[in-house]
């Protein structure tokens, strides 16, 4: 079974940092491209950014850029996020995702695959 479990997400004032790590299991997904989401309260999910498949290219939204950093472990079969400098704004359900192309990295959710169960990110004042 292929899944992708998400972990790291919690309760952090502003300024604060958090590691979220994306361990996938029942196949490897070194070839394919990965991608981070977040879905605030109220709101439709987004794109936060990706890396390739090589980890060779990894873009971000303006909205986080400078912040958070997105790397990969493919001998671990694991994609990480670090967040830094957090904003209450940043609180939302954080979700990973992988796609089929390796090279490119998709902003559009249904370009992906699989995706885990997402992880609570909570950013206080």
């Known amino acids: 079974q292929v899944q992708l479990v998400e972990s790291g997400g919690g309760l952090v004032q502003a300024g604060g940092s958090l590691r979220l790590s994306c361990a996938a299991s029942g196949r490897s997904f070194s070839s394919y491209a990965r991608g981070w989401f977040r879905q605030a309260p109220g709101k439709e999910r987004e794109f936060v950014g990706g890396i390739s498949a090589s980890g060779g290219s990894v873009y971000y939204v303006d909205s986080v850029k400078g912040r958070f950093t997105i790397s990969r472990d493919n001998a671990k079969n694991t994609v990480y996020l670090q967040l830094n400098s957090l904003k209450p704004e940043d609180t939302a359900v954080y979700y990973c995702?992988?796609?089929?192309?390796?090279?490119?990295?998709?902003?559009?959710?249904?370009?992906?695959?699989?995706w885990g169960q997402g992880t609570q990110v909570t950013v206080s004042l």
């Open positions: 995702a992988a796609e089929v192309k390796s090279w490119y990295i998709d902003s559009d959710e249904r370009e992906y695959v699989y």
